[in-house]
């Protein structure tokens, strides 16, 4: 019994694998050698059940108040917040473009017998409304026209058959204010559907933004006629006829630093610097004289008046190869005016991903663009204009057209108003989707203008300037200082504020607050976590052990055949019967009646029993299911 007890030692000591014998060892063992500080207390106090109690709450409760922190935690990590790091940074960078436009769109000679009609059909609107009686030369309609080379026989641009429309007129209506309980006088003109129904007045509390807009309205259904690329290069208005001077860090401009293009609303239009890769253009000095100055013409020779009531020119700071949305954004210059405008960078990274919604290029983006560059306004008129011409039939005529689609026009789609100023109330409401489809730019930069103004020429200087311009520019202007403006603009400071997402809690911030909390509620390190793990692993490999073990002893029980009955005689039994036959006594009495005796040791080999000494019937054996008996009366065996 010691060699084997010794051998189960041996091995026990052998082996790769050592399971415990019971879960009390386990997590005796656990307690006892574990990093995790608090657990011996749960073996030493183990005859104290109190202390145990005590100690074991006290973990429980160190383990519930960690993973509650360890919850709050990962929520917030999910919730994906960002915080924002602000930079300085001083380097030479490349001066913005500048978009300058001279208010004073072009009147065609295809649409302009329609512009002249609509100028009488506002005159006498005017007159109706406000009694002023004006006169045709008000509105320009003797206006030189320019007339558009190589016109294309096809499109949108049948002039012939275009008719203005009589039924969207202007009138004076009222209508209850709900803030001031009074009735208010409003002027608009009616919109209806296809049907005629569905009726509503396009109203302002100011006649004249009710003008302008009537008259917009009109102009667009005009201008639809006008093919979608219109060539002005053949114009014999050049920049001088705009710009009379033009200097950038004191060296004048040259031909290459501006593209030409014609606006709708705003006139001739000229961007500076509009790719942004000219060495010329790159800023290293802040100040006034190392910025762009031009002298333009501001004089009021409008050729369609009603489009713009402001007198001067539009000027709008933006970033390279980015189209310039000059009716959101940009500011005038007052004629006879030198204003000086500072600009002052900021540059925006947001993380975008799961910290928020944003885009590098626009290629991830559902709405298809149709502009040259990603902005949000560029997205943001993109996908109001694929939703303009999926429910209203046509597109409007500010915007570019997606492929296959034609500009709006009252005489094909009669209630395409009706259509386009509920749907654009619907945009500026927030109530479509395109806020949701158009994110911000991932990158952008941002211009922080301020200005100054001061009164230009001075009354001592207005004359030489003049003769100097008339020399130069053939400048023939008569009038008091109302027909040339001067605008400077230029960097304040090369350094520019760089704004940065970044994450507010990272990956490695929170594997260290994790730590933090570990080591606050249990001073331990991760190896105690590793440790734990090891824990959960013995468990549950013991569980299944003892589960296996209980499985197989079941089933050893079900499968196990019960044993065949035989006749078995031990030695001492063969004896006694043999001694019986002879006629001598057995050696020793047994008290159950039973004859026993007992062998001589030194006799290697037991006698022999005769078959005299044999019961003349021997108990009944059953052989596979059947029953053997030998009767000694019969000499021979009977089968049953």
């Given at each position: 019994m010691e060699q084997e007890a010794a051998r189960e030692?041996?091995?026990?000591?052998?082996?790769?694998?050592?399971?415990?014998?019971?879960?009390?060892?386990?997590?005796?063992?656990?307690?006892?050698?574990?990093?995790?500080?608090?657990?011996?207390?749960?073996?030493c106090s183990s005859s104290n059940k109190m202390k145990t109690a005590f100690w074991t709450l006290l973990l429980l409760a160190s383990f519930g108040m960690l993973y509650w922190q360890f919850a709050l935690m990962f929520s917030q990590y999910w919730d994906y917040p960002v915080v924002l790091t602000m930079s300085m940074h001083s380097e030479?960078?490349?001066?913005?473009?500048?978009?300058?436009?001279?208010?004073?769109?072009?009147?065609?000679?295809?649409?302009?017998?329609?512009?002249?009609?609509?100028?009488?059909?506002?005159?006498?609107?005017?007159?109706?409304?406000?009694?002023?009686?004006?006169?045709?030369?008000?509105?320009?309609?003797?206006?030189?026209?320019?007339?558009?080379?190589?016109?294309?026989?096809?499109?949108?641009?049948?002039?012939?058959?275009?008719?203005?429309?009589?039924?969207?007129?202007?009138?004076?209506?009222?209508?209850?204010?709900?803030?001031?309980?009074?009735?208010?006088?409003?002027?608009?003109?009616?919109?209806?559907?296809?049907?005629?129904?569905?009726?509503?007045?396009?109203?302002?509390?100011?006649?004249?933004?009710?003008?302008?807009?009537?008259?917009?309205?009109?102009?667009m259904n005009i201008m639809s006629q006008q093919p979608v690329i219109i060539n002005i290069s053949d114009h014999e208005e050049k920049i001088e006829d705009m710009v009379y001077s033009c200097q950038y860090d004191g060296e004048p401009c040259r031909p290459s630093d501006y593209v030409h293009f014609h606006h709708p609303v705003f006139g001739s239009c000229y961007t500076f610097n509009s790719k942004g890769t000219d060495p010329f253009w790159t800023a290293t000095k802040p100040g006034i004289p190392y910025g762009l100055s031009l002298i333009l013409r501001a004089e009021q020779k409008d050729h369609i008046p009603l489009l713009s009531t402001v007198a001067g020119v539009k000027v709008m700071i933006h970033n390279h190869n980015q189209t310039p949305f000059l009716e959101h954004e940009g500011f005038d210059i007052r004629p006879g005016i030198a204003t000086t405008i500072g600009i002052q960078q900021d540059k925006v990274n947001r993380l975008g991903g799961n910290y928020g919604k944003c885009t590098t290029d626009g290629s991830d983006v559902k709405v298809k663009l149709l502009y040259n560059s990603y902005t949000l306004q560029a997205c943001l008129h993109s996908c109001f204009q694929h939703i303009m011409v999926q429910k209203c039939g046509c597109g409007y005529y500010y915007y570019p057209l997606p492929p296959g689609a034609e500009y709006c026009n009252y005489n094909k789609q009669p209630a395409w108003g009706h259509?386009?100023?509920?749907?654009?109330?619907?945009?500026r409401n927030h109530h479509l989707n395109c806020f949701d489809q158009c994110p911000k730019p991932c990158r952008e930069s941002l211009y922080?203008?301020?200005?100054?103004?001061?009164?230009?020429?001075?009354?001592?200087?207005?004359?030489?300037?003049?003769?100097?311009?008339?020399?130069?520019?053939?400048?023939?202007?008569?009038?008091?200082?109302?027909?040339?403006?001067?605008?400077?603009?230029?960097?304040?400071?090369?350094?520019?504020?760089?704004?940065?997402?970044?994450?507010?809690?990272?990956?490695?911030?929170?594997?260290?607050?994790?730590?933090?909390?570990?080591?606050?509620?249990?001073?331990?390190?991760?190896?105690?976590?590793?440790?734990?793990?090891?824990?959960?692993?013995?468990?549950?490999?013991?569980?299944?052990?003892?589960?296996?073990?209980?499985?197989?002893?079941?089933?050893?029980?079900?499968?196990?055949?019960?044993?065949?009955?035989?006749?078995?005689?031990?030695l001492e039994s063969y004896r006694v019967v043999q001694e019986a036959g002879n006629g001598t006594a057995p050696a020793h009495g047994h008290t159950s009646g039973v004859p026993m005796a007992v062998a001589n040791s030194s006799d290697p080999h037991p006698a022999q029993l005769s078959s005299k000494a044999i019961p003349e019937h021997c108990p009944d054996v059953v052989l596979n299911g059947f029953r053997y008996m030998k009767d000694s009366s019969l000499g021979g065996e009977i089968n049953h």
């Open positions: 030692e041996e091995e026990r000591k052998e082996g790769l694998i050592e399971f415990y014998d019971s879960f009390k060892d386990m997590f005796e063992f656990f307690c006892k050698n574990t990093t995790i500080h608090g657990t011996i207390r749960l073996v030479p960078k490349m001066f913005p473009a500048i978009t300058i436009c001279n208010l004073d769109p072009y009147r065609f000679d295809l649409v302009s017998e329609h512009l002249a009609q609509l100028d009488r059909m506002a005159e006498k609107s005017v007159t109706v409304l406000y009694g002023i009686n004006t006169s045709a030369s008000l509105f320009h309609v003797n206006e030189k026209s320019i007339h558009v080379r190589d016109l294309p026989s096809t499109g949108n641009h049948n002039g012939s058959s275009f008719k203005l429309s009589q039924k969207f007129s202007l009138l004076r209506t009222t209508e209850f204010n709900n803030r001031t309980g009074k009735r208010q006088s409003l002027v608009g003109f009616r919109l209806c559907n296809a049907t005629g129904g569905n009726c509503f007045y396009k109203t302002y509390s100011s006649g004249m933004d009710a003008i302008l807009e009537w008259y917009r309205f009109h102009y259509c386009f100023y509920q749907l654009y109330s619907r945009l922080k203008v301020s200005a100054g103004t001061a009164k230009w020429p001075s009354r001592k200087s207005q004359d030489w300037i003049r003769q100097a311009l008339r020399h130069q520019n053939g400048y023939n202007s008569t009038s008091n200082r109302k027909d040339i403006a001067k605008v400077t603009i230029y960097y304040k400071q090369l350094n520019y504020q760089s704004v940065n997402e970044s994450p507010l809690l990272s990956d490695n911030l929170l594997l260290s607050s994790m730590g933090s909390q570990w080591s606050l509620w249990f001073g331990s390190s991760v190896l105690s976590v590793v440790e734990m793990l090891e824990l959960l692993i013995d468990t549950l490999v013991l569980s299944l052990l003892f589960c296996y073990q209980r499985f197989r002893s079941k089933t050893l029980n079900v499968a196990r055949t019960p044993s065949i009955p035989s006749v078995s005689l031990t």
